[in-house]
């Protein structure tokens, strides 16, 4: 990570930081938009080897250009797929966890096989893609050890009625990140998690014809205003950094003072 000299420039002062790198493996799941995108498109942009998943047949079923990176189909629910794609990636340095949905197929969270649903998208494949990893995680060679990064969320700390099974998993993949965390702290694989506040991406694009909703979020945070997605990738690069290879265990909140409120 070189960080560019303080200095000013038509009025502003840059203090932009770059990350490198070369030669890493790194696997974003959902990377086909939104924050998903933003993330492996900034890893690409620090040279490293790319690999995203997303739930159409192939790169071409998308509107984005996805020609920077390596695409695998996967739908997280189907275990064998998931279990197919472990074993075939021998060495991995850092791993995303970024897939998820709520609402799934534009059901009610509150129907318990709904909720299941949204628990196996968001937490148990997680689990299960990312435990299927740990040989590859190990293998890594890269300086402060290798990476998982998982993406949660503003209803892994406040509840959000509309969508309690999205929210319970995203609560409980701060346990899981913890818990991997310890586990695996002798293994040379740190485990973290960046708690997105509201961004604007594909999945927050419906507030716009919904102002009562979207006015009420603006209000929760401080910043006034939605993230960008990059802002949650250059997160997700630092905590993936050798300059933070003393974090584990640990959530940061790219909120814009959400959590504040």
Do not use: C
Not at 25 to 40: F, M
Request: net charge negative; proline share 3%.
């Amino acid at each position: 990570m070189v960080a560019a000299g303080d200095h000013q420039t038509a009025g502003h002062i840059v203090n932009d930081v770059t990350f490198d790198f070369s030669g890493a493996r790194v696997l974003v799941t959902g990377g086909t938009s939104g924050i998903g995108h933003a993330i492996a498109s900034a890893f690409a942009d620090a040279q490293a080897a790319v690999t995203v998943t997303g739930t159409r047949a192939a790169a071409t079923d998308y509107d984005v250009d996805l020609s920077r990176f390596e695409f695998r189909s996967l739908e997280l629910t189907d275990r064998d797929a998931v279990d197919r794609l472990t074993r075939s990636i021998d060495a991995l340095d850092v791993l995303v966890n970024n897939a998820g949905a709520n609402l799934p197929g534009g059901r009610d969270e509150w129907k318990p096989d709904v909720f299941a649903e949204a628990v196996e998208i968001n937490l148990l494949s997680t689990m299960r893609l990312t435990v299927g990893l740990r040989a590859a995680l190990t293998a890594s060679k890269m300086a402060g050890g290798a990476s998982v990064v998982s993406i949660a969320s503003m209803t892994s700390f406040r509840a959000n009625p509309i969508v309690p099974g999205y929210g319970s998993a995203k609560t409980a993949l701060l346990g899981l990140t913890r818990n991997l965390a310890v586990a695996w702290s002798d293994a040379g694989v740190r485990v973290n998690a960046v708690a997105a506040g509201v961004i604007d991406t594909p999945m927050t694009a419906p507030m716009a014809s919904l102002p009562e909703l979207r006015d009420a979020e603006l209000r929760h945070i401080p910043m006034g205003r939605f993230g960008d997605p990059h802002e949650v990738a250059a997160a997700v690069l630092w905590l993936s950094s050798r300059q933070a290879s003393y974090v584990t265990g640990a959530v940061l909140a790219v909120d814009g003072g959400y959590l504040a409120l």
